[in-house]
């Protein structure tokens, strides 16, 4: 057995060495890392091999071993060299690493690679950041609100104080998940009554007796659900809305077996991973943080665009609704979002443009932005309320 | 665990070290990015499999025929797409063949029995590309392609499969491996995949090559080329992808591109801008692409590389 030796050897390492390794495990984990018991036990295998006798491979073996996904592989160096060359000062260490990663992401824009991964993106809200926003620690410096920010926070917290209301949104998102009936596929599944009959697995069924076909299988289409991907501006003109859409957003990813949220201002943030905290109040919460603008206008052309190039290929496909929650006033070029909006129109199923301003009695979508989007746009409606999303069901049940 | 371990013990006694799959790499005409061999000699020490994430064209499959190449081994490969299930992935039992030899021993007078017996036999086993790689007597590489293409459900039979090596035929009993495939997967990123799987693989991010690494793989794929012109083109083609396209061309354009100027006997890019402009196309995947790569976006192109 040549596992014997290796075995023998991981027993050999010192209490000291043991317990960096797992001080640096716990510091991975605390960034976001995904990384179990098999995982350290293997690191040790790797500390006794020939591997770590030299940094240059040592430091490869581990990242290929705890990194999962893309940002993890980004971010991995950075932690490390903090770790092992550090004072072992782990607040300093997590800044670091989150500046330096910062510092990649501009230079990967800078580069404008189309990287198109959904992770490591540009403007991925750290899981962490809503939580360490509130000791003001908030990494990327999102914290730097406007007062008019900091009132929109003020009014999340006032309505997530009603209850009663926020059942009434979740209610509906989950009337509209089911509302969006299962979409027929292609792929078909075998079944024992049908369109079409399964020879292949009739024929099998019947081998035992003697190829005479007595049991008969059908194929029938298989189901799947539809996908709902929500696209909330959160921008100063929407303030007004922003409470009620959010908790909109955390019914529906709540409720959807697929569906993904994402909210906008200047730039995209991919919020569903916020949003699937079971607490609703700290869910809302943590978004409210993600939401407050750094100031300066809607870029709705930029953000789609964002969209489209990291995100889409990820959370859209051809049974995927986009829902765009915004009024329409961008203060980009209407070029680009007209060429975004069609380019994701080619992509997805459904677009639904839901406009808080409609429900005002003089409105007509006169913002440059809107004129720009709407013809790609195939269902232009009101959302000012709880009854104009209701009055979505018959729409979205026909998509 | 015991199987593990096992599974561990067989594989660790025939592995290579670090630096000899290194030199083979090198050997074999993959011209390998700095970390590719550690992650390849992992593979080997901690029997995990490796997950190959990039973008399309980056050479991700390259790599697992440059594994099976430095090991020596068969490459087995399952090319994933949605809907592929078990009787395309795993084994299937020849029907047509079942059929004919019931008829043939009825009229031979055998008991029912004893030609079910028969008709379930392994004679009768069409091995598909997973039950393939774990029936070899010497441990190939399983290239799982695009796995993100495949359905959840598959991807947890995949992970089932992954951590047992073992697959059960209701009809046969259990067949354990005969010896365990070095397992590569790649994806694309057109979906997440569960963290199951991401955790119990070793993780490669595969980017496009550097321009020097692109200009040796050029020459060491078109020998026709000479050394000033494969770094030309690997230099354009690196300002190209920093172009806003909507197809990135991969290393595979790359080489096409270096081929079709050495074919038209183009030494340097900057003597013909003319056929440089023409044979871009090579590089070109969509209408908007090519016209957004206009005559002067070229030249300019050619000016900061050339």
Redesign the interface.
């Known amino acids: 057995?040549?596992?014997e030796p290796?075995r023998a050897s991981v027993g050999s390492i010192g209490a000291g060495a043991r317990a960096r390794l797992a001080g640096f495990a716990a510091t991975l984990r605390e960034n976001g890392f995904?990384?179990?018991l098999?995982?350290t036990r293997?690191a040790l295998?790797?500390l006794v091999?020939?591997?770590a006798a030299r940094r240059s491979?040592l430091k490869?073996?581990l990242?290929?071993?705890f990194?999962?996904?893309?940002s993890?592989?980004?971010r991995f160096d950075a932690i490390f060299d903090a770790y092992w060359s550090g004072r072992g000062v782990r607040r300093a260490q997590v800044a670091r690493v989150s500046s330096a990663g910062g510092g990649a992401a501009a230079a990967r824009r800078s580069?404008?690679?189309?990287?198109?991964?959904?992770q490591g993106l540009p403007d991925q809200v750290d899981r962490r950041s809503g939580a360490e926003g509130e000791s003001g620690a908030s990494p990327g410096g999102r914290r730097g609100g406007a007062s008019r920010a900091e009132n929109l926070a003020a009014a999340d917290v006032r309505h997530i104080l009603d209850p009663d209301e926020i059942a009434e949104v979740h209610a509906l998102a989950a009337r509209l998940a089911r509302t969006m009936r299962a979409r027929l596929l292609r792929?078909e599944q075998a079944r024992r009554r049908g369109r079409r009959l399964d020879i292949?697995r009739t024929?099998?069924r019947n081998?035992?007796k003697?190829?005479t076909p007595v049991d008969l299988v059908w194929r029938r289409r298989k189901t799947k659900p539809l996908r709902l991907v929500v696209l909330l501006d959160t921008s100063g003109s929407m303030n007004l809305y922003t409470a009620f859409f959010v908790r909109f957003l955390h019914g529906v990813v709540d409720a959807f077996r697929e569906a993904e949220a994402f909210v906008f201002h200047t730039r995209l943030a991919h919020v569903s991973p916020s949003l699937r905290d079971r607490d609703v109040a700290r869910a809302v919460d943590r978004l409210g943080l993600m939401a407050q603008g750094i100031g300066g206008g809607t870029r709705i052309g930029e953000s789609l665009a964002t969209f489209n190039r990291w995100h889409a290929?990820?959370v859209v496909n051809s049974r995927t609704a986009v829902m765009i929650v915004s009024d329409g006033y961008d203060t980009g070029e209407p070029e680009l979002l007209s060429a975004q909006m069609q380019r994701l129109r080619q992509r997805c199923r459904r677009i639904i443009w839901l406009n808080p301003l409609i429900g005002w009695k003089s409105f007509s979508p006169e913002a440059r932005g809107m004129q720009a989007a709407l013809p790609h746009v195939d269902l232009f409606a009101p959302a000012h309320n709880l009854e104009s999303l209701a009055a979505l069901e018959p729409y979205l049940a026909r998509i | 665990m015991g199987e593990l371990?096992a599974a561990?013990?067989y594989i660790?006694?025939m592995s290579l070290?670090?630096d000899q799959i290194s030199d083979r790499l090198a050997a074999v005409g993959y011209v390998a990015d700095?970390?590719i061999a550690?992650?390849l000699?992992?593979m080997d020490?901690?029997a995990?499999p490796?997950l190959l994430?990039g973008?399309a064209g980056v050479g991700k499959t390259e790599v697992a025929k440059a594994l099976a190449a430095v090991h020596a081994a068969e490459l087995i490969r399952l090319q994933c797409y949605?809907?592929l299930d078990q009787?395309a992935a795993l084994y299937e039992?020849n029907?047509q063949r079942?059929?004919l030899a019931?008829?043939a021993r009825?009229g031979a007078g055998e008991n029912a029995d004893a030609i079910?017996e028969h008709?379930f036999s392994e004679k009768y086993l069409l091995e598909r590309p997973l039950l393939a790689a774990i029936r070899r007597p010497t441990p190939p590489v399983l290239l799982v392609d695009e796995v993100d293409r495949a359905d959840e459900e598959f991807e947890a039979f995949l992970l089932e499969l992954l951590s047992d090596f073992q697959v059960s035929v209701p009809e046969l009993g259990t067949i354990k491996a005969v010896s365990i495939p070095r397992v590569v997967l790649t994806s694309n990123?057109?979906?997440?995949l569960s963290?199951a799987l991401?955790?119990r693989?070793?993780?490669?991010?595969v980017?496009?090559p550097d321009v020097d690494r692109e200009a040796r793989i050029i020459l060491a794929r078109l020998p026709q080329v000479d050394a000033g012109l494969a770094l030309q083109v690997a230099r354009m083609v690196a300002a190209v992808?920093?172009e806003?396209?909507h197809k990135?061309p991969g290393v595979a354009e790359t080489l096409d591109w270096a081929a079709v100027l050495a074919g038209l006997g183009v030494h340097d890019l900057r003597q013909s801008p003319e056929a440089v402009h023409e044979t871009m196309i090579c590089l070109i995947k969509t209408h908007e692409d090519r016209a957004r790569l206009t005559r002067e976006v070229t030249d300019r192109l050619l000016g900061k590389v050339a």
């Open positions: 057995m040549a596992v290796i995904k990384i179990g098999a995982e293997d295998s790797i091999s020939p591997a491979s490869p073996a990242r290929a071993l990194a999962a996904t893309r993890d592989w980004e580069v404008a690679l189309p990287s198109q991964s959904p792929r292949r024929i099998h081998v035992s003697g190829g290929r990820r | 371990s561990r013990a660790t006694h070290s670090r700095r970390d550690t992650a000699w992992l020490y901690l995990r490796l994430e973008e949605e809907g009787n039992w029907y079942q059929l019931i008829k009825e079910e008709v990123g057109t979906r997440e963290d991401r955790r693989c070793l993780y490669h991010y980017d496009f992808r920093k806003d396209l990135v």
